[in-house]
Each structure stands twice: as structure tokens, then as C-alpha cells.
Nanobody, 115 residues
């Protein structure tokens, strides 16, 4: 099993920034991709960004140029730097890890963008 613990969510004004962190522990050997998804009220969960072991990253179009995903392998941590936040970025953000044929999820961290 892989345990994922997110942190860094909160309330921020439009145009502001937040950095989310996700620490992985447990059977982390074999994780080949980590990423962030989000789920807004009344909407389906969507992929925001992911990063592979090789360092390649992918973003959903709506966050390109504003969000940056990165990882610190020594700390088993993946980050999501979110800049120029918009009200439509309001959601619960979930960390995801893919290992072999399994998906692992964190408990989620709330991000609210509001004035």
C-alpha cells in the first residue's frame, strides 16, 4: 500500500498563490507517476497535472502557464505550485500515485479562491 498525505490548501484571493504538497510513504517502490486531481462541488473529478519518474509533466489546458508540478525524490514529495488562482480553481485537490496497475489517493485538501 501507498499512503499519500496532502497539505497546503486554504483560502486565497483571486490572483493569489498556493503551494500544495503530497508526501508518499509505504510501498513507494514502483510508483511511476504522481499527480494532482481536483473535484469541484457538483462536478466530476478531473486531472490537473502529473509528473513521471523521468520528470515529464502534463497539465490540463485550464491551468497551463499558471500551475507547476514538481517532485523531490529524496523527500518522496510532489508539489503543485498554483499561481494566478481563479475562482474556478476552487475544489478539493487530491494527490494520486500510480504503481503497477493500482491507483492510490490522498484524503484531499480544500482550495477556495474567493474575495
Amino acid at each position: 500500500q501507498v499512503q499519500l498525505v496532502e497539505s497546503g490548501g486554504g483560502l486565497v484571493q483571486p490572483g493569489g498563490s498556493l503551494r500544495l504538497s503530497c508526501v508518499a510513504s509505504g510501498s513507494i517502490s514502483g510508483i511511476y507517476r504522481m499527480g494532482w486531481h481536483r473535484q469541484a462541488p457538483g462536478k466530476q473529478r478531473e486531472l490537473v497535472a502529473y509528473i513521471t519518474n523521468g520528470g515529464s509533466s502534463t497539465y490540463v489546458d485550464s491551468v497551463k502557464g499558471r500551475f507547476t508540478i514538481s517532485r523531490d525524490n529524496a523527500k518522496n514529495t510532489v508539489y503543485l505550485q498554483m499561481n494566478s488562482l481563479k475562482p474556478e480553481d476552487t475544489a478539493v485537490y487530491y494527490c494520486n500515485a500510480k504503481r503497477l496497475s493500482s491507483d492510490f489517493w490522498g484524503q484531499g485538501t480544500q482550495v477556495i479562491v474567493s474575495s
